[in-house]
């Protein structure tokens, strides 16, 4: 009997369902036990991966974690095993998130989901039946696509001073601006490839970003420092004094357990074309001997499986890229919300990728407090000249080459005639 690692995260109905998967493999598996090793988030599986702390033999990875897993030697490459077992991912799967997990001309981890992020909004204070009816701009009647002015007329009509509720929270972060400038004809990096430096400055981000903190700087429809000293925006809209938050799958069952809220999802809004970001996760197989990595493969193939997917897919926080579960009901879910739940699927051909070997934690620390700025200092002078120096200071964490310029030398100092020597000390 052969013992195989698989090492996941997720939430506790996620792990329930990982461990139906992993029970009913081995009742029907022959010389393989799987067991599960579990972890809170996608860090600490990442951390006990490099610690040693657990050798997996399947494991999932974030998108962003790819190309550290590759140099590390961590992961098995697939196309020939998934070739060997007859399962084509050019067939069923999401053509982009295999697109996102492939490398070197080989598929190196399995697309397992793709989450794309989508704007929540609360049923109640946004209803453009309502909205209709008064002659305001809307989505169109299939609810697959809205402007900005659309999101903008929503943001204002779900704004009730009264019922001290706002239309609309947006994070102050690079993800939560990527999918506006992406849909603006912008960029976020100078080169998708190989990035150096982040590109907001240049004309279509500029643009895009402009029109977009017009919306997002309105006080009268976004949440005041003073209220979000007191609660989250994810509670504000829980609490049904917020319009419209962004935010991906893993929010569905939060909003379903609200008594009383009454949500549904649309696609981020478009400025020139449909785009956003996503949360993109692969399943990987560790390097090893030829029959522990067959064994490992046979596993994978099942957990990709219509039926192992419809598992994960009923807990409602997983956008299977098993076409045949993420386009009917295992994952729409019929009488649940959110009612518009294709969303989740329409959109996720749009989902832009960051490139490979880009650091998002560090580059998202090292600029946030800039980008947070755009958004929340009072008076918002020079756009231009703010997005360069985004730009500029995104080099310290993108340009392998990038030295920070310094006003006197480092090493050496000036003698009384303007030339260099040695410094004594």
Known sequence: MSTLVF???????????????????????????????????????????????????????????????????????LQDLLDARDVHTSDGFARDAVIAFSAEDDLQCMPYSASPMVIYYNADLVDFDRMDERGLETPNSERTSWTLEDFRAAAQFASRPRAKAKGVHIAPTLTGLAPFIYSGAGRIFDDEAAPTALALGEDGGTDAMRRTLEVLRDPQLTLSDRQLQRRSPLEWFQAGKLGMIAGYRDLTPIFRRTPGLRFDVMPMPVLGSSATVGELVGACVAPGQRDRVGQAADFLVDLVSDESMSELAATGSVVPTNLSVALTDPFLQPGLQPDNARVFTTTRRSIQAVPLGVDWSQLQNHVGASIAALLTQPVLSDLDAQLDLIDEMSRAVLDPDYVEESETPSDDVLDESGSTEESSD
Do not use: C
């Open 7 to 77: 090492a996941v995260w997720g939430t506790d109905d996620e792990l329930a369902a990982y461990q139906r998967v992993v029970d009913l493999y081995n009742e029907k598996s022959a010389g393989v036990d799987v067991r599960i090793a579990a972890y809170d988030d996608p860090v600490a599986l990442r951390d006990a991966i490099e610690s040693g702390e657990v050798a997996p033999d399947v494991y999932f990875i974030r998108h962003q974690d790819l190309r550290e897993t590759m140099e590390e030697g961590r992961n098995q490459p």
